[in-house]
């Protein structure tokens, strides 16, 4: 079984910065493509960005294109999200997922997931 472990979130003012990071355990099966999901209070589950096994490929939600980077550190097993220019509404609890599905959008693609870590962004 994948262990995901987060960190990097936190409290910021709008247009502010946050990095997120998300370590799979040392031992795991794979390739697996990771991902960033959110949800805010009375909200669905959002996808937010996606990477593929190898990082040759990303996928972004269309609210957080332009603003938000995904990137991994194949050699640490690390999935990062860079968040630029935050906006209120991007508060969320944010979890990263990791899985072999072929849609990477999905929140089905994923077999495992992390605690999830609260971003808040104040207006």
């Known amino acids: 079984q994948v262990q995901l472990v987060e960190s990097g979130g936190g409290l910021v003012q709008a247009g502010g910065s946050l990095r997120l990071s998300c370590a799979a355990s040392?031992?795991?099966?794979?390739?697996?493509?990771m991902a960033w999901f959110r949800q805010a209070p009375g909200k669905e589950r959002e996808f937010v960005a996606a990477?593929?096994?190898?990082?040759?490929?990303?996928a972004y939600a269309d609210s957080v294109k332009g603003r938000f980077t995904i990137s991994r550190d194949t050699a640490k097993n690390t999935v990062y999200l860079q968040m630029n220019s935050l906006k209120p509404e991007d508060t969320a609890v944010y979890s990263c997922?990791?899985?072999?599905?072929?849609?990477?959008?999905?929140?089905?693609?994923?077999?495992?997931w992390g605690q999830g870590t609260q971003v808040t962004v104040s207006s």
């Open positions: 997922a990791a899985g072999v599905g072929v849609a990477p959008s999905r929140a089905s693609t994923y077999s495992y």
């Open positions: 040392r031992r795991t099966f794979g390739p697996y493509t």
């Open positions: 990477i593929s096994y190898n990082g040759g490929a990303t």
